[in-house]
Each structure stands twice: as C-alpha cells, then as structure tokens.
C-alpha cells in the first residue's frame, strides 16, 4: 500500500462502517464498462458535499491490486454485475488529490515537480525496474507498462482547486492543463483516467486542452446523476430507517433535478440528508465555503438584471440560462448567464434540462441566499421577507384588509420585479407570503378542478393544524371573481384527501390605482 499507488481500502471501509452508508457501487459498472476504451477519460463535477470523494475513495478500494477487498464489495450491487470479479484487485491505481500539492506550494511549476517526484518514488519502490525515467511521470509510466502489460487507473480528487484558489493566474491554469493533456491524452498505460471537482473542464477559446474527458456535469449529468447524492428512494428509506419525516425532508434538501433526455433523476443534497438523519433535526447544514463567497459575490453584480434574478427566484420563479456559454471558471463571468450556471455548479441553483431554466432548489439553499441578502445589504428583500410572518397571520385571521396591505408593501420595497402581468404579480405574491415555506408545500400553478390554481399551500404533516391555501390572482379585474373562478373550476378538488380548514383568497390588482385588493372565505374539508 502506498499514499498514491495502490492506496488501499482505509478510506472507503470507513465509509461501510459509518452509521449511514448509501450503496453507490453501481458507479463501479460503468467505470468497467469503459476501461481500455476511448471512453476511458472519465470527469465528474458536482458541488462539495454530493459524494464525490467518496466515490473515488470507492474505486480505489475496488481496483487497487496487492489487497482483497472482495468482502468490502460482495454485499453491494456490484457483486451482482458480469464484470464484477474481472476487474476486482486487477489493476495498479494512481490516487491523487491535487489539493494536497496545491496547499504546499502555490506555485504551478513546484506543485507539477513536487507531484512527480513523489508519485516516481513510490513507482520506483515499488517496481524496481532498471532504466525507469526517474524525471517525466508519463514516460516513467510508460517503461513500467512496456513491462508489466498493465495499464493503471488514475484517480484525481480536486482537480480544479487551482481554478478555484488561483482565479486569476491564467498562465499557471494553461501550465497545469498542459501537463494533464501530456500525462493522460493518447497514453497506453491509462486504462481509465477519473477526475472529479467542482467545476467542468476549463475551456480556452474554442477548444479545451481536456477535450478527450466526457464530463458529467450539474448541467449534463448524463447517466450518472443517481451516483452523486441520494436519491428519492433512498432518501425515503434513510427517513423510515431513522424516524424522520420524508415530507420534511424533501422540503429542505431536495430539488436537484438532473438527468438526460430520458430519465430524469430527483437528487438530494446527501450530506445534509445524513446530518439530519444523523441529528434528528431539519435545518441548514450547508458549510460556509469559498462557495458561499462566491454566491454573495456574483449574486451582487446586477449586470443583465441579475438582482431582478436573484429575487424572482426567491420568490420561486424560474430564470432561462444557456449553460454552454459558460467558460468554466470563476471569474471569466461577461453576464448574467454565466453567474447563474456558476451558481448551478457550486449547488445554489438546480438546472431544470427540458426547460433550460434554473431555480433554487430547496429550504436549505434558500436560506443561504436569504444569509447572502442580508451580508450584501438587499434591505428592501429582507423588509419584505421580515413582514412576511405577519402577513400569513394575517391571512390566517381573514383580515382581507390587512393582507392586501401587507402586499401593497411587499410590492413598493420589490418594485425591482418587472410588474405588468399575472406572473409577475405572482412573484411579488410568492415572495410577500415568504414564510409560508416554513409551514407548506408552495406550488405555482397547482392542478386543480377544471384548471390550474395560482398558488396552492399545503400543509406538511407537522404543521397540520395550519389551514390550507388557494390564492387566485388576478389583473385589473376584481378580487371577488378571483373567488368566483376558484369556485367554478373547482379548484377545491385538489385538496379533496386534506381534512381541515381551507383558506379561499383571490387578489387582484389595480393598475390605475395601484393598489390590491383582497377577498378572503374558509371553507371546512
């Protein structure tokens, strides 16, 4: 066993015999189904906190040679797989974090010398083989497999945290791109090359020096979105094994939708899944990162009207982007675009394919933006998120008058939102009624009866004793058709499995006058 070449079981049997493990193995299949071919460059980019390390960790523990770790893997879904035991133990792994090297040095031309020379001494302990470069990692690698026959599997962790913690040095970013073409492009002794990080390939003008890599992105996941956080499935079962609410749950860390064309995949945040389970409490377990620096920092630029973004996404709209745009790094950002697939990347936005728009995804995210709104100084989102509380209990009270108040402020401080439509008056609504989100499941365009209600508010399981919500609104016509029309579309029938009280509001608003207004019925189900 050596830190780099075959690096052993350690760090993965610590992850079997931690108090949650999720089998992710099926990973496994796909790495061996490309092995040896030209589908052998492997790039996964997801957010911190999605499985990442894991994942290689695993690969590692099943591919390394000079150890068994058959009893590691025979209970898991890969036991079950044709190729399972061809490639079990069969292979010399090359395992790196490029994190390790970067911290010691910061200096692209000793991180590269620094890096091949430790990997060449344990190549050297390890094969005693006469004549071997002692110099240039890649023809070092290619004397051991001119002799061996052998290719190696190459594990690199972290591979863009030069992009990340050394933004702006351009040149060191070419440098480093340059060795890793050298290294891994057309090399016979790679039989499959992995790399995971945080941000997709780094692009230079119209090609990439990485263009060999298929990438499995937040944006382009392909078919291995079910192996990087937990899905529906497995978070309900992590909910039933634990004695938590998978309502509660779902609210707070899912809305990841990734996939292809055909399949798409509800993913869940598994960290934070984990420390709920772990914890027995619902709340933000999201960790203060250079991420989180990055959200306040680009959420502030209002070029391209990204603050009107930023806001009509709190208030649960949806924002069109093109992530093919996007150069890959974080600072070459020439608008609103790029920020917003940044923020898709680093875990603050999901990206809906069919669509090509994104969202926030859910509670805990949200919060972070609130946190962000508040360190960059958005006074008039955080005043109209603070009346938000007593705006609910005034609709709570049937006080049409004091509701159609409350949105009146609600829409002066965020008059930002472009107001002129239904679906912009939906926004200002959504984000006025904020802290509904605590107690409901909000959802915009809910199907209903005859048609689709505006806004629907039900209540999850723990907060049962809140009444639920239908809000018709309407433009420069009347609250109290808003009323009529929940009526006649029976719009009532969707909440016809919910047993309590039922709260019927329409509201309108007047585009001379400038103001809503509001009409407001409970009804016992």
């Keep these: 066993m050596g830190n780099y070449l075959n690096p052993g079981s350690k760090r993965f049997r610590e992850c079997l015999q931690s108090k949650i493990y999720v089998d992710k193995s099926g990973l496994i299949e796909y790495t061996n189904s490309v092995i040896d071919t030209l589908q052998k460059y492997v790039c996964v980019s997801r957010p911190r906190r999605f499985g990442k ?113 050394s933004q702006r040095d351009i040149e060191s970013q070419k440098k480093y791109l340059d060795f890793l073409r050298t290294w891994l492009k057309d090399q016979e002794y790679v039989g499959l090359a992995y790399m995971t990080g945080i941000l997709p390939i780094k692009k230079y003008g119209s090609h990439s020096a990485l263009n060999m890599f298929s990438e499995y992105s937040m944006t382009n996941p392909g078919g291995l979105a079910e192996f990087f956080g937990f899905t529906e499935t497995e978070a309900k079962k992590l909910c039933h094994q634990h004695g938590m609410s998978f309502e509660e749950t779902k609210a707070w860390y899912d809305g ?88 898709v990347h680093l875990g603050y936005l999901t990206f809906d394919l069919e669509t090509r728009t994104v969202a926030i995804p859910n509670k805990e995210v949200s919060e972070e933006y609130m946190n962000a709104v508040e360190d960059i100084g958005w006074d008039e989102v955080l005043r109209s998120v603070s009346a938000s509380r007593d705006l609910l209990q005034s609709l709570w009270n049937l006080n049409e008058h004091e509701v159609a108040r409350g949105i009146d402020r609600a829409h002066q401080e965020v008059s930002i939102l472009q107001y002129n439509d239904e679906n912009a008056l939906s926004y200002t609504i959504n984000l006025a009624f904020y802290a509904a989100r605590d107690y409901y499941t909000v ?55 919910y047993k309590g009280n039922l709260i019927l509001a329409g509201i309108n608003y007047d585009r001379v006058k400038k103001i809503h207004s509001c009409e407001i019925e409970k009804v016992t189900l």
Excluded at 97 to 112: A, P, R
Excluded at 268 to 274: E, F, H, I, L, Q
């Design 443 to 497: 959802i915009r365009e809910l199907p209903a009866g005859k048609g689709f209600a505006d806004i629907g508010m039900i209540p999850r399981k723990i907060h049962a004793d809140k009444p639920a919500v239908i809000i018709e609104l309407k433009w420069d016509k009347s609250a109290k058709g808003a009323i009529s029309q929940i009526k006649d579309k029976q719009y009532v029938a969707a909440f016809e499995e």
């Design 256 to 343: 990841y939708t990734l996939g292809n064309e055909q399949t798409v995949v509800s993913i869940y945040n598994p960290k934070s899944v984990v420390e709920a389970m772990l914890h027995h409490s619902f709340q933000n377990y999201w960790n203060l990162t250079e991420t989180y620096e990055a959200l306040k920092n680009y959420i502030k630029m209002n070029f391209d009207g990204l603050k009107d973004a930023a806001i009509t996404m709190l208030a649960g709209g949806r924002i069109e982007i093109n992530p093919g745009k996007f150069k890959n790094d974080m600072i070459s950002v020439s608008g609103k675009n790029d920020v917003l697939t940044l923020l």
């Design 53 to 165: 390390s894991m994942a290689a960790n695993m690969l590692a523990a099943y591919y390394s040679c000079g150890e068994n770790t058959d009893n590691m893997f025979r209970e898991l879904k890969i036991n079950s797989t044709s190729s399972y035991k061809e490639h079990l133990n069969k292979h010399d792994v090359l395992m790196l974090n490029i994190q390790e090297f970067w911290s010691k040095t910061n200096v692209i031309e000793d991180m590269l010398d620094l890096m091949q020379k430790r990997i060449i001494k344990e190549l050297q302990m390890t094969y005693h083989l006469e004549g071997m470069d002692s110099e240039h990692l890649d023809w070092a690698m290619q004397d051991i497999y001119n002799f061996t026959g052998r290719s190696f599997i190459i594990l690199i962790d972290e591979w863009d945290c030069l992009f990340r913690e």
